[in-house]
């Protein structure tokens, strides 16, 4: 997991620079500027919006007696995505709005539920139920 970071933490902004470097020589300086302040105030936006419907529907939930599992996975996801909309960059805008979306974010939810599971059935993660 930790090699997984570090390489993320060192390839991703490379690309990062390589992409806007591309994109200011193909549409310019000012254009690029202005992409790149409007995904964030676009993705800041969706994170808003996204993660005040996740805590309604998990009032709701709540109200009547369930458990929001799922919507606490959305909320995560809602969290990394407006953190990561608010990073200069067109890479990581892509990886933001994937995860605010919440048609592409049941793929990511699905692919955590699915490490979560491997974790728990593996010991990796103990899970203690309070009575």
Not at 2 to 28: F, H
């Amino acid at each position: 997991m930790g090699r997984w970071l570090l390489l993320l933490i060192i390839v991703v902004p490379a690309l990062e620079i390589g992409v806007l470097i591309l994109s200011g020589n193909t549409l310019g300086i000012w254009p690029t500027i202005f992409l790149i302040i409007l995904t964030g105030i676009i993705g800041a936006w969706l994170a808003k919006r996204e993660g005040l419907q996740t805590v309604r529907a998990a009032q709701l939930q709540l109200q009547n007696g369930q458990v929001p599992g799922g919507l606490v996975l959305d909320g995560i996801c809602i969290l990394v995505g407006g953190a990561v909309l608010l990073t200069p960059g067109f890479i990581t805008d892509a990886a933001g709005f994937f995860l605010l979306f919440p048609y592409t974010r049941n793929i990511v939810k699905a692919l955590l539920e699915k490490i979560f599971a491997s974790l728990l059935k593996s010991g990796k993660i103990i899970y203690f139920r309070r009575w």
